[in-house]
């Protein structure tokens, strides 16, 4: 079992940045893919960003260019750094870890792929 525990939301203004943390529990961190996804009020959750254990990060068109996702293999922490929000990035953001992400070049998108999620966090972003 694998715990995770998202930081970093909070309530700001349109343009401005936040970096969302997730610590994980347990030894086996840095061979763990790692996803963030979101979800607003009334709708599904849906994907954010991933990166695998080797680096290699995949985004949603809706915030590439604007989110960079990272991970810290030492700290067993993983980031969203989120730039230029905007109102339509408001959502609960959840952090995900999967113990086997081989396959397609997508799969990180895929819901059903993550073993383990995290709380998550509130990022309310006002216009």
């Known amino acids: 079992q694998v715990q995770l525990v998202e930081s970093g939301g909070g309530l700001v203004q349109a343009g401005v940045s936040l970096r969302l943390s997730c610590a994980a529990s347990?030894?086996?961190?840095?061979?763990?893919?790692m996803g963030w996804f979101r979800q607003a009020p009334g709708k599904g959750r849906e994907f954010v960003a991933a990166i695998r254990s080797g680096g290699s990060p995949d985004y949603a068109d809706s915030v590439k260019g604007r989110f960079t996702i990272s991970r810290d293999n030492a700290k067993n922490t993983v980031y969203l750094q989120m730039n230029s929000l905007k109102p339509e990035d408001t959502a609960v953001y959840y952090c995900a870890a999967a113990s086997d992400a081989s396959g397609s070049y997508y799969l990180l998108r895929r819901l059903t792929v993550y073993d383990y999620w995290g709380q998550g966090t509130q990022v309310t972003v006002s216009s």
């Open positions: 347990g030894r086996t961190f840095s061979s763990y893919a």
